[in-house]
């Protein structure tokens, strides 16, 4: 990762071994995902000086739930306060706010996703700085609680909090399939939530080894089972 002079092009090798990297705002920090200590890395433009964020986090910012063989990759990256004070990144549930110069971190949803299963993220409403968020506005979070699949929107305050939920609605797919193979083809449909087809397998107590899933989203009139 280089720094490089507008003025006259001089480059300055500030770390090694950055595959991807997300400057400030100010230009004052980049930010990478290191996949060997599975944390986020900030690095100080002007000197180098690097700090692992939210260090001392009860939780992973890597995603245990990725079962392919591949190395550790992140949640997510939320992006940047528009004065280069903070930097958001966030675990399997909840939204983190961090210091880049110092690396200390704060939970900014309290929690919140972790005790409720719901997956908060941050949502940029400007297209033209898409990572960029006002320190002083409350910011607006994507939300899908993993309990039901049900999706919408949260506001939580520029402080940080429990954020609170503006919409909320299910996931209704024009039909969803879950063929199985276990001494035979088993197959299932449904055409109300994603959480139903799911019940409607616990249910049927279809067991197998095999199985293909897929769903076909209802945008052009009501859902059917065909």
Do not use: C, M
Request: aromatic share 8%.
């Amino acid at each position: 990762l280089y720094a490089v002079s507008l003025a006259d092009g001089a480059r300055r090798l500030i770390a090694r071994r950055v595959p991807d990297a997300t400057l400030s705002p100010r230009g004052r920090y980049a930010v990478a995902w290191d996949e060997h200590a599975k944390h986020w890395i900030a690095t100080r433009t002007s000197d180098g000086r690097r700090v692992v964020l939210a260090p001392n986090a009860a939780v992973g910012f890597d995603n245990e739930q990725l079962d392919i063989p591949v190395p550790a990759q992140p949640y997510g990256f939320g992006g940047w306060l528009a004065d280069d004070r903070g930097v958001f990144v966030y675990d399997r549930y909840d939204v983190w706010l961090a210091n880049p110069d110092t690396g200390a971190a704060v939970n900014f949803t309290h929690g919140a996703g972790r005790q409720n299963q719901t997956v908060y993220s941050p949502v940029s409403t400007d297209p033209d700085e898409p990572v960029t968020f006002a320190s002083d506005k409350p910011v607006l979070l994507s939300l899908i609680d993993e309990r039901t699949y049900d999706s919408g929107y949260a506001r939580v305050a520029a402080s940080g909090g429990v954020p609170a939920t503006l919409f909320k609605a299910p996931e209704v797919v024009n039909n969803g399939g879950r063929p199985v193979i276990n001494g035979g083809l088993h197959r299932l449909v449904s055409t109300a939530r994603v959480a139903d087809l799911a019940a409607q397998a616990i249910s049927t107590g279809i067991t197998g080894t095999t199985g293909i899933s897929h769903t076909r989203w209802a945008t052009h009139g009501a859902p059917t089972p065909i």
